[in-house]
């Protein structure tokens, strides 16, 4: 009896011991994804997707392939961006919002819409604030861009820089605009920001907010007379079979910054993340200088698709908005209007 005793006793010392020895070794478990970039294994390809508004034709995408060129060639192919434009993957606050959740990986977005998740970008969107692109560019590109850009952590999102969508010129379908008051009962789409809805307000027109992607079919249709935006997007979008009256008013500078769910940042490798901010200051530069090229050779082509120019008194239309600074300036801070405007 003893011995069976031992038999079974020395059998469950095997069995325990082989156990142990298995569980220690603890087979190949895997490293977290953060040293791995989310997928658990460092070989294997990361993929990102970014999504704009803007047609296939416009700098948002050009600038985006570069990107994702050059994300590949830094990331040592590890790291793969598909890019989706034309409102594919939503509009630019719902993409925003995607970000947010985790739902989506990137997006590139004028600044207009974050200041409804961010108040500090409304200082951006005061019309005439940046009299220049090197004054924008010192803003965007320094310390007050970058300290404004940070605040959207605190709503799950990275900014990485700032590209270009461009000075703002009202289009319509009724009459040339020259003046301020022309406008005065004109239905005009903005894009979703109280600033920017209050600028036109304060000249008498009528704004509506909508997203970009139902613009074309509101003008076609006529439920809105006007819109605002770049000379490159009122081209690559098409605005001139739609608009007959181009106001070159450039009445709002608009900066696109480039963003990534941080929710998905904070899962890649340091090494990826380095890649990607790189690459994205230099599609920056890249895209930047393709909207430039646009705004200056697009405009003769939108003449020959029979758009009627007007240049206008850019000093007349800032006193006639103006009213906007002082009704805005509790909320976004008069040091900062003040500190922004001081960068020449
Ligand atoms: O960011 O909505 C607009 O008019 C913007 O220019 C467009 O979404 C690109």
Redesign the pocket.
């Known amino acids: 009896m003893y011995r069976s005793q031992s038999i079974i006793a020395f059998a469950v010392i095997v069995v325990l011991t082989a156990f142990l020895i298995v569980g220690c070794s603890g087979g190949n478990s895997q490293p977290t994804g953060q040293e791995t970039g989310g997928n658990g294994d460092s070989t294997k390809t990361i993929n990102l997707k970014v999504g704009h508004?803007?047609a296939p034709t416009h700098p948002y995408q050009l600038g985006l392939e570069k990107f994702a060129e050059l994300v590949a060639e830094k990331s040592g192919g590890r790291v793969k961006v598909e890019v989706f434009h034309s409102s594919q993957l939503g509009n630019?606050r719902e993409m925003i919002e995607g970000l947010q959740m985790g739902t989506l990986d990137m997006t590139l977005?004028?600044t207009a819409p974050l200041a409804g998740f961010s108040n500090k970008f409304l200082v951006f969107d005061l019309p005439f604030i940046f009299q220049s692109r090197e004054q924008a560019y010192k803003v965007l590109d320094g310390p007050i861009g970058t300290e404004i850009l940070d605040s959207l952590k605190d709503q799950g999102i990275v900014g990485l820089a700032y590209w270009e969508?461009g000075f703002r010129n009202v289009t319509n379908s009724k009459r040339p605009v020259i003046h301020p008051e022309d406008m005065k009962g004109m239905k005009i789409r903005t894009?979703e920001n109280k600033i920017h809805m209050a600028s036109f307000k304060t000249i008498g027109a009528d704004p509506t907010p909508m997203a970009?992607g139902e613009l074309f079919t509101a003008l076609q249709q006529q439920t809105v007379d006007a819109q605002e935006?770049p000379i490159p997007?009122i081209y690559t979008s098409n605005f001139f079979e739609v608009q007959k009256y181009l106001s070159l008013t450039g009445h709002f500078y608009?900066a696109?910054p480039l963003l990534i769910s941080k929710a998905r940042w904070d899962t890649l490798p340091a090494d990826v993340q380095q890649a990607i901010k790189e690459a994205a200051i230099e599609a920056r530069d890249y895209e930047r200088e393709l909207i430039q090229k646009m705004d200056n050779e697009l405009l003769e082509e939108l003449k020959k698709k029979g758009m009627e120019v007007s240049e206008v008194d850019k000093n007349e239309w800032l006193k006639a908005m103006e009213p906007v600074y002082k009704q805005f300036e509790d909320e976004i801070g008069a040091d900062v209007i003040a500190k922004v405007r001081g960068v020449k």
Do not use: R, T
């Open positions: 508004v803007l630019e977005v004028s969508n894009m970009f935006n997007i608009a696109a």
